[in-house]
C-alpha cells in the first residue's frame, strides 16, 4: 500500500521527533501543572501515570499501525483497513476532535507568544508576585490584545503547515525540543532551591489518596489523551507518513516516556515555585503563566541579565513546543480534506483554519468579556476543553481500540506491531489482552465512575 506522491518524513528519527512534537507541548508544562493542582497533587499523578501505562501506550500503538498500514488520512484509514458501518466515522470523530482542541489551543498558544514579547521587552522585570497575577488577568480579559495574537498562532501554524512535511515539522522538531528539555532542567534546579521549596515537591510527589473523587479519574485519563496526542488520530497521519522500519512499540515506549518525564520535571518547577511564592496550586489556567516569571525573577534575581536571557528564551521555547503540537492538531484535517476533495493542499490547509479563526477568537473572549455567558458552567474555553479532553479523545480511542482489537485483520496488525518479527510473543499477547478488553473496559469505567453508575 505503498503511497506515491504523499509525503513522508525524511527520517527515522525525523519521523520520531515529529511525533514527540506534536505530544510534548502546552499540556506538559501548562495543562498538567494545573490540573494536577486542581486535583489534589500526587494520588492525581499516580493515576495519570496509571492511565499512560494501560492505556496511552498501547492505543499509541494501535494509532500507528493504523496510520501505517493504511497510509491514508484519518476518514479513509479505517474503511481501507477493513470498517464498514458506523466504524467509518471513527475517523471523522477524530478530525472533529482535534479541530476543536485547536480553537482553545491557539489561545494558550497566544499567551505563549505575549509572554516572549513581554519578556523581550523586560516587562516582567521588578514586579512582585501579586503585579504577576493581576498583569495576567488583566492581559487575557482584554478585549483586543489576546485576539491579535490569536491571530498570530493561526498565521505561524498555519504557514508550518503550509511548508509541507518534511521541511516543516521535521526540521522544527529536529532542533526546538532537546533545547527545551535542557532549559527545563535548569529550570527544576532554580526553582528547587527557592526558599519553602520542599512543600511543592511534597504536594507533587507524596500522595494521598483521600482527595481522589469520581472526577479525579477522569481529569487523570482526559490528561493522558492530551498530553500523548491520542484519540483522534493525530498520531494516525503522523504514522502515515512513517517509515516502514520504524520500530512501533519502541517509538510509543520513548515518545510517551518524554512527555511523561517533561510534565513531572514542569510539575517540580511550578509547585515549588508557587509555594514558595503562595500560590495557590490549584489556580487553574493562569497557574503557569504566573508562577514562571517568579521563578525566573525570584532565582536569578542578582544577576537581571541572567533571569531576562532566561525568560526570553524559555517562552520562546514554549511557543515552539506550542508550535509543534498545533501543527500536528491541523495536520490531519488537512490531510483530510486535501486527499478527499483533491483541494491542493494550500487551499486544504486554508480551509481548515478558517474555522479555527472564529471559534478561537470566541474561545479567547470567552476569558473576557464573555465569561458571562455559560454553558454547564462553563465559559466556551473551559467547555471546549471539558468536551474534548474527557470526552471525545476517551471516545476516540475507545473506538480505535475496538476497530484494532477486534476489526482490523490480525495479521496485517502483527505485521504492523511486531517490529520485522522480532518482539517476543508474550509481549504480543500482552498487547492483544490490553487492547482489546482491558483499556476499553478501563475507559468505560472511568465514565461510568463520573456518571455515579458505580465507583472505583
Ligand atoms: N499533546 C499536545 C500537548 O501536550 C496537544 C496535542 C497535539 C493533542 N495533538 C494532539 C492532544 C492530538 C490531543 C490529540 O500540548
Redesign the pocket.
Known amino acids: 500500500m505503498e503511497n506515491i506522491g504523499r509525503g513522508n518524513f525524511g527520517s527515522k528519527i525525523g519521523a520520531v521527533l515529529a511525533a514527540a512534537g ?11 501543572p494545573y490540573e494536577t493542582g486542581a486535583n489534589g497533587g500526587a494520588a492525581f499523578l499516580v493515576l495519570y501515570l496509571a492511565c499512560v501505562i494501560i492505556i496511552g501506550i498501547p492505543l499509541m500503538v494501535a494509532e500507528f499501525a493504523v496510520g501505517r498500514r493504511s497510509r491514508a488520512n484519518n476518514f479513509r484509514a479505517f474503511p481501507l483497513l477493513g470498517a464498514t458501518g458506523l466504524w467509518k466515522y471513527v475517523g471523522f470523530l477524530c478530525v472533529l ?2 479541530w476543536l ?1 485547536l480553537c482553545y ?1 491557539v489561545v494558550v498558544q497566544g499567551w505563549t507568544i505575549e509572554y516572549v514579547i513581554s519578556s523581550g521587552a523586560n516587562g516582567l522585570a521588578n514586579k512582585t508576585p501579586d503585579d504577576y497575577t493581576a498583569d495576567f488577568s488583566s492581559f487575557i480579559s482584554n478585549p483586543v490584545k489576546p485576539l491579535i495574537y490569536v491571530f498570530l498562532s493561526i498565521g505561524i501554524t498555519l504557514g508550518v503547515v503550509l511548508m509541507g512535511v518534511q521541511k516543516g515539522i521535521e526540521r522544527a522538531s529536529k532542533v526546538m525540543m532537546p533545547m527545551l528539555f535542557i532549559f527545563i532542567l535548569v529550570l527544576v534546579g532554580c526553582s528547587l532551591s527557592l526558599p519553602g521549596a520542599m512543600k511543592g515537591v511534597e504536594f507533587l510527589l507524596n500522595p494521598d489518596f483521600s482527595k481522589v473523587t469520581a472526577s479525579t479519574y477522569l481529569a487523570a485519563m482526559g490528561q493522558a ?11 494516525c497521519t503522523y504514522a502515515s507518513y512513517f517509515p516502514k522500519e520504524a520500530n512501533l512499540f519502541g517509538n510509543a515506549f520513548n515518545i510517551a516516556g518524554i ?1 511523561t518525564l517533561i510534565a513531572i520535571l514542569s510539575g517540580l518547577i511550578i509547585f515549588p515555585a508557587a509555594y514558595s511564592v503562595g500560590i495557590e496550586p490549584g489556580a487553574g489556567p493562569s497557574l503557569v503563566f504566573i508562577t514562571l516569571p517568579n521563578v525566573f525573577y525570584q532565582a536569578f534575581g542578582s544577576i537581571p541579565w541572567l533571569a531576562y536571557m532566561f525568560s526570553l528564551m524559555f517562552y520562546l521555547l514554549l511557543a515552539m ?2 508550535l509543534t ?2 501543527i ?2 491541523l495536520e ?1 484535517a488537512t490531510l483530510l480534506i486535501h486527499e478527499e476533495t483533491h483541494l491542493r493542499r494550500r487551499w486544504s490547509a486554508l480551509l481548515a483554519t478558517a474555522p479555527v479563526l472564529l471559534f478561537g477568537v470566541a474561545c479567547s473572549l470567552s476569558m473576557g468579556i464573555w465569561d458571562e455567558y455559560k454553558l454547564f458552567g462553563m465559559n466556551l474555553f473551559d467547555l471546549f476543553d471539558f468536551t ?2 474527557k470526552i471525545m ?1 476517551p471516545l476516540g480511542g475507545l473506538f480505535t481500540a475496538l476497530f484494532v482489537g477486534w476489526k482490523m485483520d490480525k495479521k496485517a496488525l502483527l505485521s504492523e506491531i511486531s517490529n520485522q518479527r522480532t518482539l517476543p510473543q508474550w509481549l504480543i499477547r500482552i498487547y492483544y489482552s490490553l487492547i482489546k478488553v482491558i483499556l476499553p473496559l478501563a475507559i468505560i469505567a472511568i465514565f461510568l465512575n463520573e456518571l455515579g453508575v458505580f465507583s472505583l
Open positions: 506534536s505530544a510534548i507541548g502546552l499540556g506538559n508544562v501548562w495543562r498538567f476532535t482535534g482542541i489551543y489523551f492530551f498530553s500523548l496526542s491520542i484519540g483522534m488520530g493525530c498520531l512527555d513546543a506550542a503540537s498545533a500536528s492538531l490531519p474534548t479532553a479523545l
